[in-house]
C-alpha cells in the first residue's frame, strides 16, 4: 500500500515559482515510478514529469522542459515538482502519482494517486 500527499499549491503570479511536494507513506520499492500529473479546468489530465525512485532518471513533457523539473529525495519519501517562470496556462490541479514498475509507457499505468493540490496562476 502507498499513500501519498501533495503540498505547496496555491495562488501565484505569472512569472513566480513554487516547489510542490509529495510525501509518499507505506511501503516503496527501488523501482518504483513517480510521476506528476496536472488537470486543468475543463481539460484533461496531462502527464508532466516522472522520477525513477532508484536511479532518478526523469522524463518530463516537452513543453515544460526548462520550466518544470522533477526530483527526489529518497531519505524522506518525498518527490518534488519545482515549477519556475509560471503562466496563467499552468493553472490546474496537480497530482502525485506512484506506479510500481517503471517499464512501458512512463505516462501510464499509475496505480496510486494524490488527492491533488490547486495551482493557481494570475495574469
Known amino acids: 500500500q502507498v499513500q501519498l500527499v501533495e503540498s ?3 495562488l501565484v503570479q505569472a512569472g513566480d515559482s513554487l516547489r510542490l511536494s ?3 507513506s507505506g511501503r516503496t520499492f527501488s523501482s518504483y515510478l513517480m510521476g506528476w500529473f496536472r488537470q486543468a479546468p475543463g481539460k484533461e489530465r ?3 514529469a516522472a522520477i525513477t525512485w532508484r536511479g532518478g532518471s526523469t522524463n ?3 513543453s ?3 520550466r518544470f523539473t522533477i526530483s527526489r529525495d529518497n531519505a524522506k519519501n518525498t518527490v518534488y515538482l ?3 517562470s509560471l503562466k496563467p496556462e499552468d493553472t490546474a490541479v496537480y497530482y502525485c ?3 510500481t514498475s517503471q ?6 499505468g499509475y496505480e496510486y494517486w494524490g488527492q491533488g493540490t490547486q495551482v493557481t496562476v494570475s495574469s
Open 64 to 66: 515544460l522542459k526548462g
Open 8 to 10: 505547496g499549491g496555491g
Open 46 to 48: 496531462e502527464f508532466v
Open 60 to 62: 518530463t513533457k516537452d
Open 97 to 99: 502519482a506512484c506506479r
Open 82 to 84: 519545482q515549477m519556475n
Open 103 to 108: 517499464t512501458g509507457n512512463w505516462r501510464i
Open 22 to 24: 509529495c510525501a509518499a
